[in-house]
């Protein structure tokens, strides 16, 4: 495996790193100020002009959809592998990848549709979504039931002639907060006897669809994610054609697992670059904060967790290098437990350099002065997206024991040796 940066991605990374330091930090404040703004006004649920403002200077870039691989539709679009370094430099800032197209969940909805969906669909939704003018939603996990086991899903996908009539109540809908979010992908059940994971399917439901009702919106540990938001969504004999339908009766798990993939390796990428910046942030603090005589940086206690932070995030992205890779060569089913493994470690490895970093703060670690806080609490959140990680644990842990049983007809080997 090599994992050098083509010509093709340093000059990438080098014009997004540019575009970074011109348009994305400068633009910080600006973001909080737009949100505050729209929230007095009682509009927090508004798109914000910063973000379309800047959207055609990405364009113009060539920083516009780098993350769907093998699209006609999106020729500029690069493997995993190459894709990595940029999604990190995007993860720096929790708002930037929408300005280049890249954001959670549109890009994971946006390779389901060209996956899996018709010409149809594509031309009708995959297609505003590529040019940023619409947004999406996945409608997966449910209140009512323990949803890190997806089987569990109730949600009712029931076939009437030409239609399938939906009934379900969903949560942690994230994007439907938004007046732009045109199209839902939803899970639910379409046979209750089929095997157990041939029972559900995945249906598009245009957001406008009669008996859509936006319950209530979610807040992560406070913050609101306006004018994004997690929503908490309940269908009512939502009607919707029967080729809406993704693939057919029973594929549901068969795209999930083609979706979630990507999904989970492009947040890890983010989770290394946020914690790149806790980790330069820290350092920055720490040179400039005088403590007991002498600057803070000179307390040995820093230097170790200055060190193990580097460690650490070297570690998660050679993970995640890894992963990419094989995602690229061999394919998601085959690289699951690379994928499983880094979607563990990247946000707890996050979390832990971001807490070091506000403790290096001090209060004003706390406050929205610095990105922190909210970096921190999203982290924390991660361990629950995409699976928790308990759930991607038991599956690595089921892998590593398949691999030492003994194969048919071979004895098992002794416990102990005799003398």
């Given at each position: 495996?090599?994992?050098d ?10 014009r997004l790193?540019?575009f970074m330091?011109r348009h ?6 600006r ?6 703004a729209n929230r007095?006004?009682g509009?927090?649920?508004?798109p914000l002009e910063?973000?379309?403002?800047l959207?055609p200077?990405a364009?113009?870039?060539?920083l516009w959809?780098?993350?769907l691989?093998?699209s006609?539709r999106?020729?500029?679009?690069l493997?995993?592998?190459e894709y990595a ?10 708002w930037a990848?929408e300005?280049?197209?890249?954001n ?10 060209e996956?899996?969906g018709?010409?149809?669909?594509k031309?009708?939704w995959?297609?505003p979504l590529?040019r ?8 997966m996990t449910?209140?009512a039931v323990?949803?890190s086991?997806?089987t569990n899903?109730q949600?009712?996908?029931?076939r009437?002639?030409e239609?399938y009539?939906?009934?379900g109540r969903?949560w942690w809908?994230?994007g439907v ?5 045109a199209?839902?992908?939803v899970?639910?059940?379409?046979d209750?006897d089929?095997?157990?994971h041939?029972?559900?399917s995945m249906v598009?439901v245009p ?5 859509v ?7 992560i540990?406070g913050?609101d994610?306006a004018?994004?938001?997690h929503?908490e969504?309940?269908l ?14 029973g594929?549901?798990?068969e795209i999930a ?7 989970r390796?492009h947040?890890?990428?983010?989770s290394?670059?946020?914690a ?10 720490l040179?400039?904060r005088?403590a ?7 307390q ?7 060190a193990e932070?580097?460690?650490m995030?070297?570690q998660a992205?050679?993970?995640?290098l ?6 690229d060569t061999v ?7 690379e994928?499983?493994?880094i979607?563990?470690v990247a ?7 971001i ?8 209060g004003?670690?706390?406050s929205?002065?610095?990105?922190l ?6 982290q ?5 997206a995409d699976?928790?990680d308990e759930?991607?644990?038991?599956s690595?842990?089921?892998l590593?024991l398949a691999r030492h049983?003994?194969?048919?007809g071979?004895?098992?080997a002794p ?5």
């Amino acid at each position: 495996m090599h994992f050098d940066y083509s010509p093709k991605v340093q000059e990438l990374q080098a014009r997004l790193l540019a575009f970074m330091d011109r348009h994305i930090y400068p633009n910080e404040a600006r973001f909080h100020e737009e949100i505050a703004a729209n929230r007095a006004r009682g509009q927090a649920w508004t798109p914000l002009e910063l973000i379309e403002e800047l959207k055609p200077l990405a364009r113009q870039a060539g920083l516009w959809n780098l993350f769907l691989p093998h699209s006609p539709r999106a020729p500029e679009g690069l493997s995993n592998l190459e894709y990595a370094p940029l999604c990190e430099i995007m993860g720096r800032v929790h708002w930037a990848p929408e300005v280049f197209n890249c954001n959670a969940p549109d890009t994971g909805n946006m390779e389901t549709l060209e996956r899996y969906g018709s010409e149809e669909h594509k031309r009708q939704w995959l297609d505003p979504l590529l040019r940023g003018e619409i947004r999406s939603a996945f409608l997966m996990t449910e209140p009512a039931v323990a949803s890190s086991d997806a089987t569990n899903i109730q949600c009712e996908i029931r076939r009437e002639g030409e239609h399938y009539v939906i009934n379900g109540r969903k949560w942690w809908s994230s994007g439907v907060g938004d007046p732009r979010c045109a199209i839902f992908i939803v899970m639910g059940k379409t046979d209750a006897d089929a095997p157990r994971h041939s029972q559900q399917s995945m249906v598009l439901v245009p957001a406008a669809t009669p008996g859509v009702t936006i319950l209530r919106h979610l807040p992560i540990f406070g913050y609101d994610d306006a004018p994004h938001g997690h929503m908490e969504v309940l269908l009512e004999n939502v009607r919707v054609p029967a080729s809406n339908i993704l693939l057919g009766e029973g594929r549901g798990f068969e795209i999930a697992q083609g979706r979630l993939g990507p999904g989970r390796i492009h947040h890890c990428m983010r989770s290394i670059g946020i914690a790149e910046r806790a980790l330069e942030l820290m350092c920055k603090r720490l040179n400039e904060r005088i403590a007991f005589g002498k600057p803070v940086s000179a307390q040995s206690v820093w230097h170790e967790r200055i060190a193990e932070s580097r460690c650490m995030i070297e570690q998660a992205r050679l993970l995640t290098l890894k992963a990419a890779y094989m995602m690229d060569t061999v394919g998601n089913k085959v690289a699951k437990a690379e994928i499983a493994m880094i979607k563990v470690v990247a946000p707890n490895m996050a979390a832990k350099v971001i807490d070091w970093a506000i403790q290096a703060h001090g209060g004003a670690g706390m406050s929205d002065d610095f990105p922190l806080a909210y970096a921190y609490v999203w982290q924390r959140a991660l361990r629950f997206a995409d699976g928790p990680d308990e759930v991607h644990r038991a599956s690595l842990a089921k892998l590593e024991l398949a691999r030492h049983l003994p194969r048919p007809g071979e004895a098992a080997a002794p416990l102990t040796r005799s003398a």
